[in-house]
């Protein structure tokens, strides 16, 4: 009896000893195999670390400097990149004058892509003002059409400029006139879309660097290298029906830096329920100029001066004015209040602030 007890302790000591063995084997196995997975995912990463080193080499200049800033793109999730080149005219071929504002503008170094745009990516429609156009990839189909104003103020689309469905860098040339965009690039992916009107801050004469929904775009323009043209300071109105010599305000040297520049509304409108167009602009030395009329059309322009008063109300800047028009002198009072680009206006004492309207109060945007 105890010999046959001592033969079964045996046995069941020999089948732990063997289960134990055949568990640490398996666990020792899947351990081989995760090591060996492991093993080969580095070397898969290493490899296409190393792919991608071989690739950016295989790249030139202009090509890494593209990819470099359509990185930028994805980071800052941003679909589209501008830049303000600066001016061109019919004067002389349209991508001589590229040329030479990309060479003046120092675009060599960091985005020499542009210097490779090719012919049938440049757009020249009517006006002066040449921007750069990059989309964040090829996914992008990318639209450019030119646009006008109706008697409303509404846009209705006119021809399309440009067409591809694999978006790539444009140069443009557009715009009139600063206080009017003429063209729409759109770039659609899926059910995704995104359009954006190059123009100029009157502000400062910078890039507006946001669409009509209020979403940004990346701007890279070299100001430091860049000539923005200003206002006259002699008091002509310059812009009331000529482009030449009209374009940013200085910055104010003296009466409320929040205030000076230019400032428009197209929200208001006439007594025959037409959309009317006003536009404000505050320079040096207390040089006031008024702007109404339909957008897309002259405007008319009044010029006179403006004092801000040692007075306020309720927080708001009180403006005292005087303005010579071909009927006689307006002269009057509005208040006002500014905040990140928008501007408060209340008519206040004197002659309407906002002829041919019944409106007493409205915003402005700074343009």
């Not at 830049?83 to 003046?104: E, H, I, M």
């Not at 040096?284 to 405007?299: A, S, T």
């Amino acid at each position: 009896m105890n010999e046959r007890l001592y033969k079964r302790k045996i046995r069941l000591l020999i089948s732990i000893v063997l289960v134990l063995v055949m568990a640490f084997s398996g666990c020792n196995g899947k351990q081989k195999k995760q090591e060996r997975k492991r093993e080969n995912r580095q070397e898969s990463q290493q490899g296409k670390k190393e792919t991608v080193k071989a690739d950016n080499k295989d790249l030139s200049k202009s090509e890494q400097s593209l990819q470099n800033l359509q990185k930028n793109l994805r980071r800052s999730r941003m679909p589209m990149a501008a830049a303000y080149l600066g001016y061109a005219d019919d004067n002389s071929p349209f991508r001589d004058q590229v040329r030479t504002l990309l060479k003046n503008g120092k675009y060599e170094e960091q985005y020499s892509f542009l210097a490779d745009v090719p012919k049938e990516n440049y757009i020249s429609y009517n006006g002066e003002e040449v921007y750069a156009i990059v989309p964040q990839s090829t996914q992008y189909a990318m639209k450019v059409e030119s646009f006008d104003w109706d008697e409303n103020a509404n846009a209705m689309v006119r021809d399309t400029l440009y067409i591809s469905q694999k978006a790539a860098p444009v140069i443009l040339k557009c715009n009139l006139s600063e206080l009017s965009y003429n063209v729409v690039i759109t770039l659609t992916k899926g059910t995704e879309t995104f359009s954006y009107s190059p123009s100029l801050s009157l502000m400062d004469g910078a890039l507006y660097a946001y669409n009509l929904d209020g979403m940004e775009i990346y701007d890279f323009t070299l100001y430091d290298n860049l000539e923005i043209p200003v206002w006259n300071e002699g008091g002509e109105c310059g812009g009331c029906g000529d482009p030449e010599g009209y374009g940013a305000p200085l910055e104010a040297a003296g009466e409320e830096p929040g205030l000076i520049g230019q400032w428009i509304s197209t929200e208001l409108k006439n007594q025959s329920g037409q959309n009317i167009t006003y536009g404000m602009y505050f320079g040096d030395y207390q040089y006031f100029e008024f702007q109404y009329g339909q957008m897309g059309h002259d405007l008319e322009c009044w010029s006179g001066t403006f004092e801000v008063t040692d007075q306020f109300r309720n927080g708001e800047l009180v403006v005292h004015y005087v303005l010579y028009t071909p009927d006689g002198t307006r002269e009057g009072e509005f208040y006002t209040m500014v905040n990140y680009g928008e501007m408060l206006v209340t008519e206040g004492s004197g002659d309407a602030i906002f002829p041919f309207t019944d409106a007493s109060t409205e915003w402005f945007y700074s343009y």
